[in-house]
């Protein structure tokens, strides 16, 4: 997904709660509030035993709602904690009190500090943040507040919604628990915010997710005519107004709707560079098949780490048969060593088993240059499909990850019929 935050929008390649070995009652929840422009920006913390490793070593996991994954490492150094995010290549680094002592559980709070990450061209965002053992909720409950009989109860189900001047709607879906907690995320035209946590109290809906790579957050009023009406921030740039109304019939465009292909192209001119520094062409024949996808994508991009994982379910699938998958890294440094180590870090989280080549710097125009496969890019990732006649079948722009559910059980069942159509007309390239 590429919002107008330009690098956002959230995944990596995640353990998902049922993938976790530990149990909540073997694992110590802290709150961690990233001090964003427009207020806290909660996420919980769990730490415990790292799984296989030596007594006392340290596993945190980050939760968002119905998924928590295990970052990177996690680690003290006296009163320091400092937890790595590798893949998104940012940090959280804190400083407590007091060093923890025997009774204090696994990190000593209360800390402060602050959450860097590399953003590109030696820049880089940075919040604030703040560690405290957990009270029992993301959100801090609301006091002194009314409640208003006339407004609804429940933000539960979909919601047509419009950010800032944009004239394509967004689909808000929203899960509301007896407690007021809220699950849900934002599906766009781009992809989709992936998993956000959040409540819903006296007609005001707060919302936010953390992976280390991207920090959102969501805060709405309910209006007397039952719309929503509230702000969006992400990281420490980026900030815009949303409304919403409901209905549960709410679409977006198709995905294979939204990008032209082009005509005439040369697929033996695009060369990339491979990890190992090698120039390689697409018709490389390691790359031939009676269908093929090319995709474009990013590390620094939560729903290509998505697509990364159904990618790996298409090769185990479709691979004996013919399908050939390829991805274009298009990343933020511009540093050929450096991104090409967050593409190793990429591979290695999410257990990557098709090859990708270095296409370049994150830039629309560049991708546009340097991949005349289609007039324009309008999303991190998109997937080409081309047959084995070196045609261009077609394209899907953007993602919709597993926080979609209906709409990701959609997606995947329309890529695997256009997959089984080309596999069975063949091709003369392979």
């Avoid at 159904?310 to 991805?327: A, D, F, T």
């Avoid at 090409?340 to 080549?357: A, C, G, M, S, W």
């Avoid at 296409?359 to 289609?374: F, M, Q, R, T, W």
Wanted: glycine residues 10%; contains cysteine; charged residues 25%.
């Amino acid at each position: 997904m590429n919002h107008k935050t330009k690098s956002i929008p959230v995944v990596v390649a995640l353990l998902l709660i049922a993938n976790i070995a530990s149990a909540d009652d073997k694992l110590t929840a802290y709150r961690v509030v990233l001090d964003s422009p427009g207020g806290e920006l909660p996420f919980l913390l769990y730490v415990g035993q790292l799984p296989g490793g030596e007594p006392g070593e340290m596993a945190g996991y980050i939760d968002n709602g119905e998924e928590r994954f295990q970052v990177s490492e996690l680690r003290t150094e006296g009163r320091r904690i400092i937890l790595t995010i590798d893949h998104y290549d940012s940090r959280l680094e804190l400083n407590a009190e007091k060093a923890a002592g025997p009774d204090d559980g696994w990190l000593p709070v209360p800390a402060k500090g602050h959450w860097r990450k590399v953003t590109g061209d030696r820049k880089s965002a940075r919040l604030n943040c703040t560690l405290t053992a957990s009270p029992g909720y993301r959100f801090e409950p609301l006091t002194d507040v009314k409640t208003d009989d006339t407004l609804p109860a429940s933000v539960d189900g979909r919601w047509s919604t419009l950010f800032g001047d944009d004239k394509t709607p967004a689909i808000g879906a929203f899960k509301q628990l007896p407690d007021g907690t809220v699950h849900g995320t934002f599906l766009t035209t781009t992809g989709d915010f992936r998993y956000l946590a959040g409540c819903y109290q006296a007609g005001r809906l707060r919302m936010s997710a953390f992976d280390g790579g991207h920090a959102f957050l969501f805060d709405a009023t309910m209006q007397p005519d039952g719309t929503l009406k509230g702000d969006f921030w992400s990281r420490d740039s980026w900030h815009e107004t949303w409304t919403a109304k409901r209905d549960e019939t709410a679409t977006l465009p198709d995905g294979f709707e939204m990008v032209d292909t082009k005509k005439k192209f040369d697929l033996s001119s695009m060369k990339y560079r491979d990890l190992d520094g090698e120039m390689v062409a697409l018709t490389d024949p390691k790359f031939k098949g009676p269908a093929r996808i090319v995709e474009i994508f990013g590390t620094w991009c939560p729903n290509c780490h998505d697509a990364s994982h159904h990618l790996n379910e298409l090769q185990e699938k479709y691979g004996p048969r013919g399908l050939r998958i390829v991805s274009l890294a298009f990343e933020i440094s511009g540093d050929v060593e450096r991104d090409t180590e967050q593409i190793h870090r990429f591979i290695k989280r999410n257990d990557v088993k098709y090859p990708i080549l270095l296409g370049g710097i994150s830039d629309k125009e560049v991708v546009a240059k340097v991949v005349p496969l289609i007039n324009k890019l309008k999303s991190f990732p998109t997937m080409i499909f081309i047959d084995g006649n070196d045609h261009v079948r077609a394209v899907y722009s953007g993602y919709n990850g597993p926080a979609t559910g209906d709409a990701n059980k959609e997606m995947v069942k329309a890529i695997d019929a256009l997959i089984e159509k080309l596999l069975a007309e063949g091709g003369t390239n392979g």
